[in-house]
C-alpha cells in the first residue's frame, strides 16, 4: 500500500518568515494530495490541495508544490503569523476512477509549526 | 450547510466492550470514510461507505466494521475492545469520493479502560 513519508516532525520559524513542509509517497498511482490543518482540540480543516496534472497551486500564503518524478510534494507558508501555528498533515491517494471511487487518505505522521512571536 | 457532525463526543468503555459511533455527513454527500488517530500511528484509514456500500478499507482488524444507510449517515462498531483501540475517531464527508475534499468531523474521543 501507499506510504507517506513527512518531514520535519517539528519546525519553529519566526513570525514573518516562511515555513516549508515535505512529503514523499512510495506509490506512483497516487494522483490526490491534499494538506491539512489541525489545531490542538480541533478537527483537521483542508486548506490546500493538489492532483497529479498540475505542478503547483497557489492560494494567498499558501502554495503547494508537486513532483512527480521524485514523488514528492511540499507545503509552503509565507508570511507566517501566530495563528498558523498548528499541526499539518500531509496526504495521498489514488483515484480509481469509473465511479470505483479511491483507496482512502495515507497520511504523513504530522508536523507541529511553531511560530515564534 | 451544516457540517459533519458525530455522535458521542466522549466514550468510556472497558476491555472487551462492543461501541457504536455515528457519524451524520454533510447534506448531499454520499461518501462517508472513517479514520483512527492516534499519538503514535497518526491518522490512520478504517473504511470508506458509498451509496450504503463499502468501497475500500484499511489495514485494521475485523473487530472494526461499519456501514452506511440510504440517508449517507454511517455507523463503525468495535468490538472486543482492546486498550490499543482508544484514539480519536474521525469520519469525513465528501460528494462522491475520497478524492473530493473530504470535511472532517470533529471526532469522538474513545478511552478503552
Known amino acids: 500500500g501507499e506510504n507517506v513519508e513527512q518531514h520535519p516532525s517539528t519546525l519553529s520559524v519566526q513570525e514573518g518568515d516562511s515555513a516549508v513542509i515535505k512529503c514523499t509517497y512510495s506509490?506512483?498511482?497516487?494522483?490526490?494530495f491534499p494538506w491539512y490543518k489541525q489545531e490542538l482540540g480541533k478537527r483537521p480543516q483542508l486548506i490546500i490541495d493538489i492532483r497529479s496534472n498540475v505542478g503547483e497551486k497557489k492560494d494567498q500564503r499558501i502554495a503547494v508544490t508537486l513532483n512527480k518524478t521524485a514523488k514528492h510534494f511540499s507545503l509552503h507558508i509565507t508570511e507566517t503569523q501566530p495563528e498558523d501555528s498548528a499541526v499539518y498533515f500531509c496526504?495521498?491517494?489514488?483515484?480509481?476512477?469509473?465511479?470505483?471511487?479511491?483507496?482512502?487518505?495515507?497520511f504523513g505522521k504530522g508536523t507541529h509549526l511553531i511560530i515564534q512571536p | 450547510k451544516a457540517g459533519v457532525t458525530q455522535t458521542p463526543r466522549y466514550l468510556i468503555k472497558t476491555r472487551g466492550q462492543q461501541v457504536t459511533l455515528s457519524c451524520s455527513p454533510i447534506?448531499?454527500?454520499?461518501?462517508v470514510s472513517w479514520y483512527q488517530q492516534t499519538p503514535g500511528q497518526g491518522l490512520q484509514f478504517l473504511f470508506e461507505?458509498?451509496?450504503?456500500?463499502?468501497?475500500n478499507k484499511g489495514n485494521f482488524p475485523g473487530r472494526f466494521s461499519g456501514r452506511q444507510f440510504s440517508n449517507s449517515r454511517s455507523e463503525m462498531n468495535v468490538s472486543t475492545l482492546e486498550l490499543g483501540d482508544s484514539a480519536l475517531y474521525l469520519c469525513?464527508?465528501?460528494?462522491?469520493?475520497?478524492?473530493?475534499?473530504?470535511?472532517f468531523g470533529p471526532g469522538t474521543r474513545l478511552t478503552v479502560l
Open positions: 469525513a464527508s465528501s460528494q462522491r469520493q475520497s478524492t473530493d475534499t473530504q470535511y
Open positions: 506509490d506512483s498511482a497516487s494522483n490526490y
Open positions: 447534506s448531499g454527500h454520499r461518501s
Open positions: 461507505y458509498f451509496s450504503e456500500t463499502q468501497r
Open positions: 496526504a495521498a491517494s489514488i483515484y480509481s476512477g469509473s465511479g470505483g471511487g479511491a483507496d482512502g487518505l495515507t
